[in-house]
C-alpha cells in the first residue's frame, strides 16, 4: 500500500512501495532501484499562484531553454521539465492549485530513465489541493500560452 502525505493546502499517495521520509511540509519517497521523489509545497500569501509564480521558480531552466511540457496532474496544473546532469536523470515538475505551489523532483542514475516512471506518475496524478482551496477556487484553467525561451 503506498504510504500518504499531507502538506500544507495539499496531499498525495506516494509510489507504490517507496520509504517516505517528511519534513517541514516537504516529502521524499525513495525507491530500491535508487529513485528519489521530492515534492516540497508553498502557499502564496496572497491570491493565488499564477503561470508568472510558476515562470518566475524554473526560471533558470527557461532561460537555458529547457524543453518544456504542459501537465495536469491530480488537482493541479503546470510543466515539467526533464534533463540529464551528469550521471543523473532529472525531472521537475512546476505546479499550482489556487494559493498552492509544488515544486517536485524526481533524481535517478541515467542508466534507470524511465524504469520507475509509470509508478511515479501514478503517485503524482493523486496530488490533492484541501477541499476549502478547491470549493474557493474551483478547477485550476490549463496553462494556453506559450512559454518564454531565450
Known amino acids: 500500500m503506498a504510504d500518504g502525505f499531507e ?15 517528511s519534513e517541514d ?11 528519489c521523489l521530492q515534492m516540497q509545497g508553498h502557499r502564496k500569501k ?3 499562484v499564477n ?21 495536469r496532474l491530480g488537482d493541479f496544473v503546470g510543466f515539467e521539465v526533464d534533463y540529464d546532469a ?3 536523470s532529472c525531472r521537475e515538475w512546476f505546479l499550482r492549485s489556487g494559493p498552492v505551489l509544488l515544486f517536485g523532483t524526481l533524481v535517478r542514475p541515467v542508466e534507470r530513465r524511465g524504469a520507475e516512471d509509470e509508478a ?21 484553467p490549463r496553462r494556453h500560452r506559450a512559454r518564454r525561451r531565450r
Open 7 to 21: 502538506g500544507d493546502g495539499w496531499s498525495m499517495l506516494g509510489p507504490e512501495s517507496w520509504d517516505m521520509a
Open 25 to 35: 511540509g516537504a516529502v521524499m519517497f525513495t525507491s530500491e532501484g535508487g529513485g
Open 46 to 48: 496572497d491570491g493565488d
Open 51 to 71: 503561470d508568472d509564480d510558476l515562470d518566475e521558480v524554473a526560471n533558470d531552466h527557461l532561460e537555458a531553454g529547457a524543453p518544456v511540457r504542459d501537465v
Open 86 to 88: 551528469g550521471e543523473l
Open 120 to 140: 511515479v506518475e501514478l503517485a503524482l496524478v493523486s496530488l490533492r489541493v484541501d477541499a476549502a482551496d478547491a470549493a474557493r477556487e474551483g478547477a485550476p
